[in-house]
Nanobody, 116 residues
Framework: QVQLVESGGGLVQAGGSLRLSCAAS????????MGWFRQAPGEERSFVAL????????NYADSVKGRFTISRDVAKNTVYLQMNSLKPADTAVYYC?????????WGQGTQVTVSS
């Protein structure tokens, strides 16, 4: 059974940085794509960034390009989201997702709040 546990959220001022972590367990993830999504109050969950576990290839939403960096530590089975130059518009619950084919697994989410 896949388990994803996010951590690292919190309150930060605009312009600050946070690093989110997603600890993955339950299987090997070599065939998975790992992603970060976010959901602000009253909005739908939206894509932030993804990384292909086996190759390290990444992709980002336009709104975070140049500010956020996704990475993974294969030995620790952990995915990271380094968030720099944070804006109030980045305030949301951030979720980690593991995907393979039609299978989707989600973490419980971690709150990120950016004050102006």
């Amino acid at each position: 059974q896949v388990q994803l546990v996010e951590s690292g959220g919190g309150l930060v001022q605009a312009g600050g940085s946070l690093r989110l972590s997603c600890a993955a367990s339950g299987r090997t993830f070599s065939g998975y794509t790992m992603g970060w999504f976010r959901q602000a109050p009253g909005e739908e969950r939206s894509f932030v960034a993804l990384i292909v576990w086996s190759t390290g290839i990444t992709n980002y939403a336009d709104s975070v390009k140049g500010r956020f960096t996704i990475s993974r530590d294969v030995a620790k089975n952990t995915v990271y989201l380094q968030m720099n130059s944070l804006k109030p518009a980045d305030t949301a619950v951030y979720y980690c997702r593991a995907a393979q084919g039609s299978y989707r697994y989600w973490g419980q989410g971690t709150q990120v709040t950016v004050s102006s």
